[in-house]
C-alpha cells in the first residue's frame, strides 16, 4: 500500500467460524498445534461445521471519509471491524490499516468496577495505547466531555450505565486516532450524548484527522453521516450508491426478519414479522411513487404537506375485495403506524390487469426525520398475501426545533389557549 | 521519504522475516507494553483486597495457617516431618516462601487471559501484558511472605548464612519456569477451561510431592522423583544458600537454570505466535 491517502485497505477477506463451541475447541487447539509446530493453518479452507463470516470482502478507505457497514445481524458487520481492529486475524486476504486505530466496538471493556472513574481512565486509556503522559495531558478534557461530574472518583460500578457509555467513548474519542471504528455505540447514552459524540466524529472527520467506519442500523444516521455505504449480506459485500443499498437492504430486511436471531430485544420493538415468501404473487407492485398532493414527485416534507403515494399494480388474475394496508416505519423499522383500507370506509378493490392505486395522507402530521413506507396487499379475510410491496424513503423536514434531538414521531395539528384564573370561570 | 512504520497488515499467515525478525518483534512488543503491564497491575493490586476486611493480612494469614497445619500434623504424629537441627517453623517458611512465588505465579498466569476475555475480544493490546501483570501480586504476596520469614527467623533468634544474598539468582530459574509454563497454559485454558481447574489440582499434588514442607528424603518415590524435579533442586539450593552457606546440588542447578531458560524461550515464541488466534476462540 504505498498510496499514503489510502487509510484502510481490505483485500479479499475473509474469516470463518465454526458452528458449534465443540468444533471450536477442537479447531482452536488444531490450529494452535499447527501453528506452533511450523505448519500452515490452511485457513482459507472450511471444515466440518464451518462457515464463512465474511467472505472475500475488498474496499478501501481513504482519509478523511466515512464508510457505513450495513447489514442484518450476522451478516459479518462485527466480525469485520474485529478483523480491522486487529483483533481476529483474517482466514483469507489481506488487510492494511494505516495509523492509531480506535475502536467504539465495546465501549468500557476493560473498566474494572471497583476502581474509579479517573483510575479507570489511565487504565483503559493505556490498553488503547495511550502513553501516562498522554493521558495526564488529556485528563480534564476527557472528563470533561464524559460530563461526569463529581463521579470521577467514585468507582465506576455505581454510575449509571449512561455514564458508563460517556466515559469509555469520551477516553476513546480522546486518542486522536487516525481511523476510528464505531459499532451502534452510539445507541446508548442519552439523546444530548448522542448529539455531542456524533458532532464531535464529525468534526473530526471534517479537519481530515480522521477516517471512521461506521456500523448502525440507524439508516437515517447512515445516510447522513457516510460517504460511502458497504452493504454486507451474509458476509458478502455489496457497494453501489448510497440510497440504492439503503433501500436494498430495508427492502432484504423485511423479508428476512424471521431468520433473525430469536430473543433479540429489539424485535418486540418492530413490526409483526411479515413473511415476503407467504405472498402468493397474485398481485405485483409494477411501481411506488411518493408525490405531493398533485401527483409531483417528492421526497422532502413538511409536517403539515400532503402525501401522496401512487402504486402501479398489476394482476395475474382477477381479484375481488382486496384489502390494502399502508405501513409507515422510522428508520430502525420501528412501525408507526399501519393502515388497512377496510377500516377507513374505502370499498374493497377489485384488480384486474394494470392498475393504479393512489393513497393521499393529508396532513402528514410527522416530525423531522427519514421514513419508510411500504404496502401490502391481502384477500378480504386477511388471510392470504397477495403482494408486499417495496419500502420506499421519504423524509420530513420541520421548521420547528427539536432540541433534545428526539421528541417523537407525531406533530399534532393543535392550538394553546391560556384562559385566566383556572376555577374562577364558572 | 514517506516512512511506512505506521502501517499494520494483517494476514492469515504470520511472517516477521524469519527466525530473528520474530525474536526482535517478540521483544519489540515486551518493551512497548511494559506501560500497559505496570497499568494492570497496579489496577489488580489496588482492587485487591477491596471489600475485604482483612485486606494484605491476607498474604500472611495463609503461610501462617499452612506452617500451622503441618506443625499439628507433626506434633499429632499422623505425618512426619524428620528431625533437623533448624527450628521447623523457619524451615517451612523458607520452602513455603519460595512454592507459592511458583503456585502463585502458574495459577496466575493461566487465568491471566480468560479473566480478561471481555476486552480480549475488544481491543488490541499486546496479550504478553495480561501474563505479565498477573505476576505482579505474586511477587508483592512474595514479598509480604519474605518479610513475614525474617520475622520468624528473628523470632526463633536464628541468623541466616551470608549467602541468602545470591536467593534472587536462585529465584530466577523459578521465575522462569513459571512464566514457561504459564504463557503456555495461559493460551490453552482460553480455547479449554479444563486447565484452570487442572492446574489447581496439579499444583496440589506437586505441593506434596516436592519437598516443601519436608526434608528431601534420602530413599523412596519421592526421592526418585525429586531428582528429575527442577522446583526440588531450586527449593533445595534456596535452603542451602539460607541454612548452610553451599550449594549441595551446583551441577543439577545449572541443568535446570538452562532448562528453565530453554522452557521460557520456546513458551515465550509460541505465545507470541498463536496470540492472535485466542481472541476468536475466548
Not at chain 1, 456524533?198 to 440507524?218: L, P, Q, T
Request: hydrophobic share 45%; aromatic share 10%.
Amino acid at each position: 500500500m504505498t498510496d499514503s491517502l489510502i487509510a484502510v485497505r481490505a483485500a479479499q477477506v475473509s474469516k470463518k467460524f465454526a458452528r458449534r463451541l465443540k468444533h471450536s475447541v477442537r479447531y482452536g487447539l488444531q490450529d494452535m498445534a499447527r501453528t506452533s509446530l511450523g505448519f500452515g493453518r490452511n485457513s482459507n479452507r472450511l471444515r466440518r461445521e464451518e462457515f464463512w463470516a465474511v467472505r472475500d470482502v475488498s474496499f478501501e478507505l481513504r482519509r478523511g471519509e466515512v464508510l457505513g457497514l450495513i447489514g442484518a445481524n450476522g451478516s459479518g458487520k462485527s466480525t469485520l471491524l474485529s478483523m480491522l481492529n486487529g483483533i481476529y486475524r483474517p482466514d483469507d486476504g489481506e488487510i492494511a490499516v494505516r495509523g492509531r486505530v480506535a475502536a467504539l466496538i465495546q465501549i468500557g471493556a476493560g473498566f474494572h468496577p471497583m476502581l474509579t472513574g479517573r483510575e479507570n481512565i489511565f487504565v483503559n486509556g493505556a490498553i488503547l495505547g495511550m502513553s501516562k503522559a498522554e493521558i495526564t495531558n488529556k485528563l480534564d478534557a476527557i472528563v470533561d466531555f464524559a460530563g461526569v461530574g463529581e463521579f470521577i472518583d467514585l468507582p465506576v460500578k455505581h454510575y449509571s450505565s449512561g455514564m458508563y457509555v460517556r466515559l469509555g467513548f469520551s477516553i476513546a474519542a480522546h486518542l486522536e486516532p487516525d481511523v476510528l471504528l464505531v459499532d451502534e455505540v452510539l445507541a446508548v447514552g442519552d439523546a444530548e450524548f448522542r448529539a455531542k459524540s456524533m458532532e464531535r466524529m464529525w468534526r473530526m472527520v471534517k479537519d481530515g484527522a480522521v477516517s471512521i467506519i461506521f456500523v448502525s442500523h440507524n439508516m437515517l444516521a447512515v445516510e447522513g453521516f457516510c460517504d460511502r455505504i458497504l452493504l454486507l449480506d451474509r458476509g458478502q459485500a455489496q457497494s453501489g450508491p448510497k440510497s440504492e443499498l439503503i433501500a436494498r437492504y430495508c427492502g432484504d430486511h423485511v423479508g428476512r426478519r424471521h431468520e433473525r436471531i430469536a430473543g433479540d430485544a429489539r424485535e418486540k420493538l418492530v413490526a409483526p414479522i411479515v413473511d415476503s415468501s407467504v405472498a402468493t404473487g397474485d398481485l405485483e407492485v409494477r411501481s411506488i411513487r411518493i408525490t405531493d398532493g398533485h401527483g409531483i414527485e417528492k421526497e422532502y416534507f413538511r409536517p403539515s404537506d400532503a402525501l401522496q403515494v401512487q402504486i402501479e399494480l398489476n394482476a395475474q388474475r382477477r381479484l375481488e375485495g382486496v384489502i390494502a394496508s399502508l405501513v409507515i416505519e422510522d428508520p430502525n423499522r420501528l412501525v408507526i403506524s399501519v393502515e388497512r383500507s377496510k377500516y377507513h370506509g374505502a370499498p374493497p378493490f377489485t384488480f384486474e390487469g394494470q392498475e393504479k392505486l393512489l393513497i393521499t395522507i393529508d396532513p402528514l402530521n410527522l416530525k423531522s426525520g427519514a421514513y419508510f413506507l411500504r404496502t401490502a396487499f391481502q384477500d378480504p379475510t386477511l388471510e392470504s398475501v397477495y403482494c408486499l410491496g417495496p419500502s420506499t424513503i421519504f423524509r420530513v423536514a420541520d421548521e420547528m426545533p427539536n432540541p433534545s434531538g428526539h421528541e417523537g414521531f407525531y406533530r399534532p395539528n393543535l392550538s394553546w389557549k391560556h384562559e385566566r384564573g383556572g376555577e374562577k370561570s364558572e | 521519504m514517506p516512512s511506512d512504520h505506521n502501517l499494520i497488515v494483517y494476514r492469515p499467515e504470520l511472517s516477521w522475516g524469519g527466525f530473528f525478525g520474530v525474536w526482535r518483534e517478540m521483544i519489540r512488543n515486551v518493551v512497548s507494553s511494559r506501560g500497559l503491564s505496570w497499568r494492570l497491575f497496579v489496577r489488580d493490586f489496588s482492587v485487591r483486597y477491596k471489600q475485604t476486611l482483612l485486606g494484605p493480612a491476607w498474604a500472611v494469614l495463609t503461610p501462617v495457617i499452612t506452617v500451622a497445619a503441618f506443625m499439628a500434623l507433626n506434633q499429632s504424629g499422623v505425618m512426619s516431618l524428620g528431625t533437623s537441627s533448624i527450628p521447623y517453623p523457619v524451615f517451612a517458611m523458607v520452602g513455603l516462601t519460595v512454592w507459592t512465588l511458583f503456585s502463585g505465579g502458574l495459577i496466575g498466569a493461566s487465568r491471566s487471559l480468560v479473566q480478561a476475555s471481555s476486552f480480549i475480544s475488544k481491543i488490541r493490546f499486546p496479550r504478553e501484558a495480561l501474563v505479565l501483570s498477573s505476576q505482579g501480586t505474586v511477587l508483592v504476596d512474595f514479598f509480604i511472605r519474605a518479610v513475614l520469614t525474617a520475622i520468624v527467623f528473628a523470632w526463633h533468634g536464628v541468623a541466616p548464612q551470608w549467602t541468602i544474598l545470591l536467593v534472587p539468582v536462585v529465584l530466577v530459574p523459578l521465575v522462569l519456569i513459571t512464566l514457561g509454563i504459564g504463557l503456555g497454559l495461559a493460551l490453552v485454558n482460553a480455547v479449554v477451561r479444563d486447565i484452570e481447574n487442572g492446574v489447581t489440582v496439579v499444583i496440589g499434588l506437586f505441593f506434596f510431592l516436592t519437598p516443601v514442607m519436608y526434608p528431601p528424603p534420602t530413599e523412596g518415590f519421592v526421592a526418585r522423583l525429586a531428582a528429575y524435579n527442577p522446583l526440588a533442586v531450586i527449593i533445595q539450593s534456596v535452603r542451602d544458600l539460607v541454612f548452610v552457606g553451599a550449594l549441595s546440588q551446583p551441577i543439577e542447578l545449572a541443568v535446570v537454570t538452562v532448562f528453565a531458560l530453554a522452557l521460557f524461550l520456546a513458551s515465550w515464541r509460541t505465545f507470541f505466535m498463536l496470540e492472535s488466534l485466542v481472541a476468536e476462540r475466548i
